[in-house]
């Protein structure tokens, strides 16, 4: 197995560890961080699948630094409405979830 | 190549509106918006008339070309979607503009503004991008805006139904961002011209497309992933819903619809499409259904567009290993049904934002009496519901008709059952709006009464997707230049 290949194997990895917990966890700050987990996952399979095999390649890595932009402000996004929701209802879960 | 100039200013345009909207004092907010809009008409009419002197265009954004830059296509779909959007937009921001008006500045509702800006320019990017990254980015970006403005009230079942939505949104994207490394890794390229081709039809291209269109059902809340659209689009500001409704969720769908035509036949397979169909017809079935069952108005619209979601979709079973004839029949319903569905939704959001005004109340219990107190609302209100149920000569109607046509072509009966019965249950739920609004319940001679403009916007909307049916033809025409079903074919 080539480390290329390794490293997006690792991504699959954390993916579902991510997916599991965005999925299992209903307290909002847990489902954030299992967010960005699943999200680093899939930008290891973006990097380490392209180059397995064909060598180093820019594009892959272009893309993650725009994904990683993206997440940044996704997680922010989350991190305000978070706030303002436990601020309002004194919840940090979803009131379907309480 | 051509070098199109109008073609980059598309998503220029809106986005400095948005970024100058940040930066002027709130009160000239509105003012600034309203002055932007003759432009992005401007932009939207030159564009269209180069596509109708040069035919599909592609431009290089920087000169950069495909495989490192980023290109856009602007080919009879793409620009279709885009008259849409300026002409729903206008009207939706005339709508909010008099609501401004009215109620004077107060608050959060200032960053409307520049969110609806920044939900323009997301919906141009994606309909002009023509590789599967790019498409993600406009994906997220009209996301996380979509989000800002379900938020933007700022009450507690506004930020509850924001955050349910940014965590179906933020899933979404990842399933499809996942999908995209899969295709890249496997085919080296990025462009949508290139992934039938390039991608092949090996167990990576199918994992792939599965992740895909897993995110975008998501997006587009499918049944029965949908659970996260009624709170967000029954929850908002009127001209906020109309457009989640008329625009947004067409985003994903759009995005499906490209790669799924991109894709080798072996990749996209006819089970697959027979299983998006049948999901298509359980949205159907229990959004309109649900629907029926309200007893707040606007969630009774929003739960109307789970269940016409479901009609777009049948686009897939009638388009993968039909005909051609019957898949030409599938694309011009489906196209139809998504453009009078777009018009005939914002005007009815529209239309229940005024009636909802008019009352004070956000029940169809309490809307008993208004009829003639507030007939201008009411009657847009039931001419886009006559759209929605598919009657002659609405767009809707003529929608179903070819999507029916295209059903039997292809000896797929099953599906004009959900055509026939969707129909009489959208019929049932707007004929509950109009009921309780002609009954003289409890005697009740006061209603607020919003500005004219925000009633005739919602009448022009809800006309234009009865007008659609009518002059069908010239529409469907152009949205044909550059699809694989050809001019006329």
Known sequence: MSSALFYAWVGVVLCGLGLFGFILHRHLMRRLLAFNIMGSGSFMILVGLAQDGRGADPVPQALVLTGIVVAVASTALALVILRRWYRVSGESRLPEDV | MSVALPLPWLIVVPLGGAMASFLVPERWRVRLGLAVLPVMWLVTLAVLGDLAAHGVQVHALGGWSAPLGITLLADGLALGMVALTTLVFSLCAVHAASHAAEKGHNGEIGFLWPLLWFLVAALNSIWLSADIFNLYVGLELLGLTAVGLVALTGSAEALAAAMRYLLAALLGSLCYLLGVALLYAAGGSLALGDLGTIAGSGATARVAL????????????????????????????????????ALVVKASLYILIRLWLALDPDVATAAAANLLGALGAGAVLWGGWMAWRQTKLKYLVAYSTVAQIGYLFLFFPLVTGTSTIAGGLAWDGTLLMLISHALAKAGMFLAAGNLVLAMGSPLIADLSGISRFRPLSLFSFGLAGVSLMGLPPSGGFTAKWLLLQSALHSGQWWWVVVLIVGGLLSAAYVFKVLRHSFVEGPKRDHFNSPPMAMELAALALAAAGMGVGLAAQSPLTWMRIGSPFGVGG
């Open chain 2, 210 to 245: 599965a992740l895909m269109t897993l995110g975008l059902i998501l997006k587009t809340a499918l049944f029965p992933l949908h659970a996260w659209l009624p709170p967000a689009h029954g929850g908002a500001l009127a001209p906020v819903s109309a457009l989640l409704s």
